[in-house]
């Protein structure tokens, strides 16, 4: 959806339903099971295939890839973000960014040095173990707002410069 704006009704939908107002809809629902739920909306990694010639990236095409996930994917996200804040003050909605922040650790730390195919199956992109691993751990320190526990012991199938 993030070729047009979140208030735009999902493409060929009867009942004009967009992004912000499923979410609303979702968000109320939750809200009147429990008033002081908090909400996470999962902002994903985007679509990697229209910065590519083929799978896998160049480094030019990745590093296009990641400013577009850094750029005007993430405003796209914030927009959807801010919008329904705006909508529903009273509701606890809080965004954890793990498609900007996955771009961020490959770009600025040594997770950058991970071949780019054992991190990414495809051009979709769907994931290998080492990138479902590194999400997971966003989302868990996002909403536990800890770190992971250093006891953790991280199986041998993700890559060893995760761990650094």
Do not use: C
């Amino acid at each position: 959806m993030q070729w047009q704006g979140d208030s735009i009704p999902y493409f060929n939908d009867p009942n004009g339903t967009s992004p912000t107002s499923a979410t609303r809809t979702i968000s109320d629902w939750l809200q009147i099971q429990e008033v002081s739920i908090r909400k996470y909306i999962y902002e994903n990694w985007p679509d990697m295939a229209p910065y590519l010639a083929s799978f896998p990236p160049t480094p030019t095409e990745l590093a296009d890839y990641h400013d577009y996930t850094l750029g005007d994917f993430h405003d796209w996200w914030i927009e959807y973000h801010d919008f329904l804040l705006i909508q529903r003050p009273d509701h606890e909605i809080k965004m954890i960014p793990v498609g900007p922040i996955l771009a961020e650790l490959m770009l600025e730390t040594e997770v950058g040095n991970i071949l780019v195919t054992n991190l990414y199956e495809d051009d979709a992109p769907h994931g290998r173990a080492s990138l479902y691993f590194l999400a997971s751990l966003i989302s868990n320190m996002s909403i536990y707002e800890e770190q992971a526990p250093a006891t953790f012991v991280v199986p041998p199938i993700i890559d060893p410069i995760t761990i650094k």
